[in-house]
């Protein structure tokens, strides 16, 4: 047996189509609302031994999630900005409120493609690998939160005369 779910955003109104169908738990986290919004769901079960493949729909259930309770992921890291100096490639951005680490990435001549470079603390990192004169290398951050990156930044070049 499996569930289906109708979902609408006023009463009365969840329809003949499932919002979703196939649900095996007991339970559902519906993670397409919008705060502020009130929905109003009704569920079936679904068994396809049964003369009626669909039951009848319980009764209506309302949930709101209020204002401002959704947050989105964080914003990248701005104003990224790049230099050489005698010891490497200094890199800088601005903090964003509530990141503790960022993860830094980098791509260059030896590299090929991106990889990750380290991951820091605070709102700079020295990539002490990045003397070679001549070369190029191409970086951009991304805020670390509970393992997951946000969006990247800005991408910064950098350039070893």
């Known amino acids: 047996m499996t569930t289906n779910l109708y979902r609408a955003t006023a009463t009365g109104a969840e329809g003949t189509t499932p919002f979703k169908t196939g649900i095996t738990g007991a339970s559902f986290v519906d993670a397409t609302v919008t705060d502020g919004t009130t929905y109003f769901y009704q569920a079936t079960t679904v068994c ?10 319980t009764l ?27 010891l490497g490639a200094s890199l800088n951005w601005n903090a964003v ?3 503790n680490s960022y993860d830094v990435f980098k791509t260059g001549p030896a590299q090929g493609k991106w990889h990750w470079l380290a991951t820091a603390t605070t ?36 350039n070893n005369p």
Do not use: C, H, R, W
Not at 48 to 57: I, R, V
Not at 133 to 146: E, L, M, Q, R, S
């Open 48 to 57: 396809s031994t049964d003369k009626t493949p669909e039951s009848s729909k």
């Open 60 to 86: 209506e259930i309302a949930a709101v999630i209020p204002a401002g309770q959704i947050q989105g992921p964080p914003p990248a890291p701005g104003n990224f900005t790049g230099t050489v100096t005698t």
């Open 97 to 99: 409120p509530g990141v």
């Open 123 to 158: 709102t700079s990192y020295l990539d002490k690998a990045a003397k070679a004169k001549g070369t190029t290398y191409n970086y951009f951050v991304a805020d670390n939160i509970g393992g997951v990156d946000s969006a990247p930044s800005l991408m910064v070049t950098v």
